[in-house]
């Protein structure tokens, strides 16, 4: 049987795939920032040693996008130097290592799909250490490397943009949400259950595109949203109360310094297809799927 273990299981991504992995029966442990401090190097070794996973995979990250900014040294240790003594320690017990990654490696300017192989080019210090990280596991790793990046996630666990517009929804006044930024939201189960697939499949170590089909922006996203919401209620106040705005005056609005926003965050899933796995589905669909779960967790 694999056995599996799960750093940063308690946020939203981990949480989501240690609960899949107990309903699907595998082996696994899954350790929360208390339990692993992953810019510990000696910590690591001495965890993986004891307990002996044939795959591990990732979690924990800097995921604070516009404090990176000025945090960029926490930020690489977390995001780069953890998933590198990850990657090390994997490579000696001859693990499977699942690196988790972001659309922010690429510069957001393209006008189709990213795809896997495509030239790097971050513009903000997140994006920086993630590509960071993403070159320490594959370097040490280069046939039992996963890198799965993805983006625009949401989850019944955390905070999201979904939960954030199910509760201005309920508010029943008007919003506004940039509509120039372009992406795939993304459910965290299916990336969950993706992850999985990679390993059940035996798919080539490498780098794939974990987010969902199609493409929407922020705007659209939000829209889908209150219609949902207004339909699962019977309350008048769907996407009407959506207005759209740039990411110009978002900036200009901004109390803090922010990281530059991708304006294009699709992601080609080429690399799937390769291997024999079905990508992830439809934006639209898997949010229809998953809103019972995200209106109960936001009630």
Known sequence: MTRWLVTGAAGMLGRDLTALLA??????????????????????????????????????????????????????RLNADGPASLAAACARLGAVLIQPSTDYVFDGQAVRPYRE??????????????????????????????????????????????????????????????????????WTADLAAQLITLVTAGAPAGIYHGTSSGQTTWFGLAQEVFD???????????????????SAAYARAATKQTAPRPGYSVLGHDAWAKAGITPIGHWRDRLHRAFPAMAAATA
């Not at 799965?148 to 506004?176: C, D, I, N, Q």
């Not at 949902?228 to 740039?246: D, F, K, N, W």
Request: proline share 6%; net charge negative.
């Open 228 to 246: 949902l919401y207004a339909s699962s209620t019977g309350l008048a106040g769907g996407r009407e109360l959506v207005q759209p705005t740039t």
């Open 23 to 76: 309903e699907r029966g595998e082996e696994f442990t899954g350790l929360g920032r208390g339990d692993l401090d992953i810019t510990n190097g000696e910590a690591v070794t001495a965890t993986l040693e004891k307990f002996q996973p044939s795959v591990v995979v990732n979690c924990a990250a800097w995921t604070a996008v516009d404090d990176a900014e000025t945090q960029e040294g926490d930020a690489l």
């Open 117 to 186: 192989d495509d030239p790097t080019g971050p513009r903000s210090a997140y994006g920086r250490t993630k590509l960071a990280g993403e070159r320490a596991v594959l370097e040490a790793l280069p046939d039992s490397g996963y890198v799965v990046r993805t983006a625009w996630l949401y989850g019944e666990h955390g905070p999201s943009f979904v939960r954030t517009m199910l509760r201005l929804a309920r508010g029943g006044k008007p919003v506004t949400v940039v509509e120039d930024q372009t992406g795939q939201p993304t």
